[in-house]
């Protein structure tokens, strides 16, 4: 497990996924007046090529959200499970320390009678506060996994989403894109999106090996 963290953590981007979709955008630009300018005409592009294009597309990435979302399902499942156990514990050794009746007690009132137990610095009783420590960063550790996760989920599933349903939409615009010469310059933009969605589809699947 840890190769494949190390893996993805080399592969992934770290800057933020709009600085590569300006420098994408940029280039589709500068290519398409490229061909324009110096060929005076716009590069044709057939129809059955354009909506076999757009189909692939939208095909391709709705299999990679059906896979992607299987394994999400389960991550968030895990991350609960593993909450409520330790959610459980804390809710003991509260009880154990201060005597009191915790079966009602919220999550912020337990974890934050954990933090006030921990503090203490009885010498009698300190592998039992270390323990309350210990139990504590592995809680905060998975709801900041929990909370990570969910923005990589929102971010890959939106864009990925929206470049589906454009492609789906663009299928039956293929003959006026063509006719208004935009055939190529919707490729070009719907690539844009597509690096969008792959860059966002690795960090969740980094979130994922986590």
């Not at 190390?6 to 940029?26: G, L, M």
């Not at 299987?70 to 156990?85: A, D, E, P």
């Not at 050794?93 to 954990?114: H, L, P, R």
Request: net charge positive.
């Amino acid at each position: 497990m840890k190769k494949i963290q190390f893996f993805w953590s080399r592969i992934k981007f770290k800057s933020k996924p709009w600085i590569f979709a300006i420098v994408s955008i940029v280039i589709s630009v500068v290519v398409y007046m490229f061909y324009f300018i110096f060929f005076s005409t716009v590069p044709s592009i057939d129809q059955d090529l354009l909506c076999w294009f757009f189909s692939t597309v939208a095909q391709s990435f709705l299999a990679l959200v059906a896979f992607l979302g299987m394994f999400t399902v389960f991550k968030l499942q895990n991350y609960h499970n593993n909450f409520n156990i330790l959610l459980e514990t804390n809710r003991r050794n509260v009880a154990y320390f201060e005597g009191a009746d915790v079966e009602y007690f919220t999550y912020d009132e337990i974890i934050e009678k954990c933090r006030k137990i921990a503090k203490n610095n009885s010498p009698g009783q300190k592998s039992h506060f270390n323990k309350i420590k210990s139990l504590l960063a592995r809680t905060d550790e998975i709801l900041e996994n929990e909370n990570n996760l969910k923005k990589d989920i929102h971010s890959f599933f939106y864009l990925t989403l929206g470049l589906i349903i454009l492609s789906i939409i663009s299928i039956p615009l293929a003959t006026v894109l063509i006719e208004h010469n935009f055939g190529t310059i919707s490729i070009f933009l719907i690539l844009c999106i597509m690096f969008l969605s792959l860059n966002s589809s690795i960090h969740l699947i980094d979130s994922l090996l986590k």
